[in-house]
């Protein structure tokens, strides 16, 4: 039974909705790209607590979280619903529409600071999971206790759908020079300590441990590896000369990608950051510029950006520099410069932004059949990156009037802004299980 | 002046680093001194062999010394936490007609870094302030207007920087003396966003990093 409704609810859910973003800030009228909306393949989730200060504030954390995962329509029923130390009454959630509900209860606790969160599936009528959640002793508002309910977030995802939510991530960003976080729901902005100048191209190792950006020194533009929690910084060998930008690690962490310049040209290298040695260099671009190296998750190859036609496009190549080919197909002279790729966790795609009218737009282009896709169509929006689930996108964009991230869900079209300073750039969301303490 | 001209000062430049030894080339109708002329020719060929190897061993040394000085500079620069507030002090010693002149900005058009026939005499100007004051070091950063990527125009940049260089390297100034930096679309001449603001930020700044006289 519950694996019959698990069944029809992770089928619901990859049902293959033809779909393009929808930017739910565009004014009617004009052109719309690529923008359809197909309601009703989520399940509905209500969400129920019991009173009470620490209920109120996990409620309200995790009602956030699984609205922002766009895999639910959440509800929210009266409060008669819950009766404290009794099943929820699923003949009203029923009638609500709602297919999972889930609750949250005060722990038998006796100091009375955890609490257990519940998934009901309303159909049969019964408890599918349960999780105690002990709360950080700090206050609601704290990061910790805002983490150990994001984490508690994800797993109620992971329970309903398959795979864990991300609101337990971070993104990493560059504001006036300086490198921030936030936390996908946009709370939790704090800045990363870095060096003393201006950071460029921010990008997390795959354990979330270490971070790697372009350090614009007075004498040079090094790449920096710089361990999160303690704070030590190295520089790439060999990056104290030329221009160096955009590292990215391997699916693996024991490489790092990126693109060292030098007046004849700028090309990708390779630096095993395993061994602390060995630069080797995978492209030959003679005056021309080879940078944006980003990696397939099977590490086997690296898409990139390459000028080597006069404008900026995407290519793809072996992760030794063989079997160079265009990756994004584009109209010589006509088709607007490519930048800024980053391919997909699930391997199947890459985001990047191509200009149109001059205008930058984020798009997506499929890996196998090389069909590329427009997500954005109004203001500037650059410097895609994807989140850990495969779905959701964090870029930046000027559709309010002012530079800020702004998150997209490619499955159902939902765009939100989440860092609203107006000066964010080159944002890295993080992978799952990221360093977060506070900077 | 033009680039022609240019080019007789940088050969005349050649030839006084080689030592000022050179003869102008013997007359073909005078077979009986065409011994002694071959041999005359053949020594100044060597001495101006030695003279250039000599050179080249002292620019690669010095390259070398600058590379390692920088290197160690970045590497402390990282380390730093606060604002960087440092200043590089520079006294050029070159008078202030001069230094707006070294100062004088060259432009470039949309995503290409080939220097335009307009700003060679530019250029040229540049390259007789480096022949005037021996010891003047210069530093060339490429910038770029906002459009395309961050990252690429980091890259542009350098380009940029790149074709001025090898502009002034070709006609006949030491590579170690003119440094090259990129700033892409971080140090915009003009904030706005129009057609002009772009085509006054896509060019090469030149500044004196040394050379007091």
Same mark, same amino acid.
């Given at each position: 039974?519950?694996?019959?409704?698990?069944?029809?609810?992770?089928?619901?859910?990859?049902?293959?909705?033809?779909?393009?973003?929808?930017?739910?800030?565009?004014?009617?009228?004009?052109?719309?790209?690529?923008?359809?909306?197909?309601?009703?393949?989520?399940?509905?989730?209500?969400?129920?607590?019991?009173?009470?200060?620490?209920?109120?504030?996990?409620?309200?954390?995790?009602?956030?979280?699984?609205?922002?995962?766009?895999?639910?329509?959440?509800?929210?029923?009266?409060?008669?619903?819950?009766?404290?130390?009794?099943?929820?009454?699923?003949?009203?959630?029923?009638?609500?529409?709602?297919?999972?509900?889930?609750?949250?209860?005060?722990?038998?606790?006796?100091?009375?600071?955890?609490?257990?969160?519940?998934?009901?599936?309303?159909?049969?009528?019964?408890?599918?999971?349960?999780?105690?959640?002990?709360?950080?002793?700090?206050?609601?508002?704290?990061?910790?206790?805002?983490?150990?309910?994001?984490?508690?977030?994800?797993?109620?995802?992971?329970?309903?759908?398959?795979?864990?939510?991300?609101?337990?991530?971070?993104?990493?960003?560059?504001?006036?020079?300086?490198?921030?976080?936030?936390?996908?729901?946009?709370?939790?902005?704090?800045?990363?300590?870095?060096?003393?100048?201006?950071?460029?191209?921010?990008?997390?190792?795959?354990?979330?441990?270490?971070?790697?950006?372009?350090?614009?020194?007075?004498?040079?533009?090094?790449?920096?590896?710089?361990?999160?929690?303690?704070?030590?910084?190295?520089?790439?060998?060999?990056?104290?000369?030329?221009?160096?930008?955009?590292?990215?690690?391997?699916?693996?962490?024991?490489?790092?990608?990126?693109?060292?310049?030098?007046?004849?040209?700028?090309?990708?290298?390779?630096?095993?950051?395993?061994?602390?040695?060995?630069?080797?260099?995978?492209?030959?671009?003679?005056?021309?510029?080879?940078?944006?190296?980003?990696?397939?998750?099977?590490?086997?190859?690296?898409?990139?950006?390459?000028?080597?036609?006069?404008?900026?496009?995407?290519?793809?190549?072996?992760?030794?520099?063989?079997?160079?080919?265009?990756?994004?197909?584009?109209?010589?002279?006509?088709?607007?410069?490519?930048?800024?790729?980053?391919?997909?966790?699930?391997?199947?795609?890459?985001?990047?932004?191509?200009?149109?009218?001059?205008?930058?737009?984020?798009?997506?282009?499929?890996?196998?059949?090389?069909?590329?896709?427009?997500?954005?169509?109004?203001?500037?929006?650059?410097?895609?990156?994807?989140?850990?689930?495969?779905?959701?996108?964090?870029?930046?964009?000027?559709?309010?009037?002012?530079?800020?991230?702004?998150?997209?869900?490619?499955?159902?079209?939902?765009?939100?802004?989440?860092?609203?300073?107006?000066?964010?750039?080159?944002?890295?969301?993080?992978?799952?299980?990221?360093?977060?303490?506070?900077? | 002046?033009?680039?022609?001209?240019?080019?007789?000062?940088?050969?005349?430049?050649?030839?006084?680093?080689?030592?000022?030894?050179?003869?102008?080339?013997?007359?073909?109708?005078?077979?009986?001194?065409?011994?002694?002329?071959?041999?005359?020719?053949?020594?100044?060929?060597?001495?101006?062999?030695?003279?250039?190897?000599?050179?080249?061993?002292?620019?690669?040394?010095?390259?070398?010394?600058?590379?390692?000085?920088?290197?160690?500079?970045? /590497?402390? #620069? *990282? !380390?730093?936490? =606060?604002?960087?507030?440092?200043?590089?002090? +520079?006294?050029?010693? %070159? &008078?202030?007609? $001069?230094?707006?002149?070294?100062?004088?900005?060259?432009?470039?058009?949309?995503?290409?870094?080939?220097?335009?026939?307009?700003?060679?005499?530019?250029?040229?100007?540049?390259?007789?302030?480096?022949?005037?004051?021996? /010891?003047? #070091? *210069? !530093?060339?950063? =490429?910038?770029?207007?906002?459009?395309?990527? +961050?990252?690429?125009? %980091? &890259?542009?940049? $350098?380009?940029?920087?790149?074709?001025?260089?090898?502009?002034?390297?070709?006609?006949?100034?030491?590579?170690?003396?003119?440094?090259?930096?990129?700033?892409?679309?971080?140090?915009?001449?003009?904030?706005?966003?129009?057609?002009?603001?772009?085509?006054?930020?896509?060019?090469?700044?030149?500044?004196?990093?040394?050379?007091?006289?």
């Amino acid at each position: 039974m519950k694996r019959g409704v698990l069944a029809s609810l992770v089928l619901a859910l990859a049902a293959p909705a033809a779909l393009a973003a929808q930017d739910t800030t565009a004014r009617p009228g004009g052109v719309r790209v690529g923008i359809t909306y197909v309601p009703g393949t989520r399940s509905s989730i209500a969400i129920l607590g019991a009173a009470g200060a620490a209920v109120d504030s996990v409620r309200t954390i995790l009602q956030r979280d699984l609205d922002y995962s766009d895999r639910f329509e959440v509800v929210v029923p009266p409060a008669s619903v819950l009766v404290p130390g009794t099943a929820p009454d699923y003949r009203v959630l029923t009638a609500l529409g709602a297919d999972l509900a889930v609750a949250v209860v005060p722990a038998p606790d006796p100091r009375g600071r955890g609490v257990e969160i519940q998934l009901h599936d309303v159909r049969s009528g019964s408890v599918r999971n349960r999780l105690d959640l002990s709360l950080p002793s700090a206050g609601a508002g704290g990061e910790a206790f805002r983490q150990a309910v994001h984490r508690a977030a994800d797993e109620v995802v992971r329970w309903a759908t398959g795979s864990p939510g991300v609101a337990s991530t971070s993104i990493l960003y560059v504001d006036n020079g300086k490198l921030w976080r936030v936390d996908p729901d946009g709370l939790g902005r704090a800045p990363v300590p870095s060096t003393g100048s201006p950071a460029l191209s921010p990008t997390w190792s795959p354990d979330g441990h270490t971070i790697a950006y372009t350090a614009l020194v007075r004498s040079g533009t090094p790449i920096v590896l710089q361990d999160l929690a303690g704070g030590r910084r190295d520089v790439v060998p060999g990056t104290e000369y030329g221009v160096n930008i955009t590292p990215e690690f391997s699916p693996d962490g024991r490489k790092l990608a990126f693109a060292h310049g030098t007046e004849d040209g700028t090309d990708v290298y390779l630096y095993d950051v395993a061994r602390r040695c060995c630069v080797t260099r995978v492209t030959v671009g003679r005056y021309s510029d080879n940078l944006s190296p980003t990696w397939s998750p099977d590490g086997q190859r690296l898409a990139f950006v390459s000028s080597r036609a006069g404008q900026p496009q995407l290519y793809v190549m072996a992760a030794d520099g063989s079997s160079q080919e265009v990756l994004a197909p584009f109209d010589y002279g006509s088709t607007g410069q490519s930048n800024g790729p980053e391919w997909s966790p699930d391997g199947q795609s890459v985001a990047f932004h191509r200009e149109v009218r001059g205008i930058p737009q984020v798009f997506v282009v499929d890996v196998a059949s090389r069909v590329v896709r427009q997500i954005t169509g109004a203001g500037r929006n650059e410097d895609a990156t994807w989140a850990p689930d495969g779905r959701h996108l964090a870029f930046v964009s000027s559709r309010s009037g002012v530079r800020q991230l702004w998150i997209v869900d490619l499955e159902t079209g939902r765009m939100r802004p989440i860092v609203t300073t107006g000066g964010a750039r080159l944002p890295a969301w993080s992978p799952r299980h990221a360093s977060l303490e506070a900077g | 002046m033009t680039a022609k001209n240019l080019f007789s000062v940088g050969a005349l430049a050649l030839v006084v680093t080689a030592g000022c030894s050179r003869n102008p080339p013997p007359p073909a109708a005078a077979p009986q001194a065409q011994g002694a002329a071959d041999s005359a020719a053949a020594r100044a060929a060597a001495a101006r062999r030695d003279s250039l190897a000599a050179q080249a061993r002292a620019d690669s040394l010095a390259r070398a010394n600058l590379e390692q000085s920088r290197a160690d500079s970045v /590497r402390a #620069e *990282i !380390q730093r936490q =606060g604002a960087d507030t440092g200043s590089v002090a +520079v006294s050029p010693g %070159l &008078a202030p007609a $001069e230094a707006s002149e070294l100062a004088d900005a060259i432009h470039f058009d949309y995503n290409r870094a080939d220097l335009r026939p307009a700003d060679q005499a530019k250029l040229d100007r540049k390259f007789q302030l480096l022949q005037a004051h021996p /010891r003047l #070091e *210069i !530093q060339i950063a =490429g910038n770029c207007d906002e459009r395309g990527s +961050v990252e690429y125009n %980091l &890259a542009l940049g $350098e380009r940029r920087a790149a074709a001025a260089k090898r502009y002034l390297v070709a006609h006949g100034i030491a590579t170690s003396r003119i440094s090259v930096v990129s700033y892409g679309e971080e140090r915009p001449a003009d904030p706005g966003h129009s057609e002009e603001s772009w085509a006054r930020n896509r060019r090469d700044d030149f500044v004196a990093t040394r050379g007091a006289n």
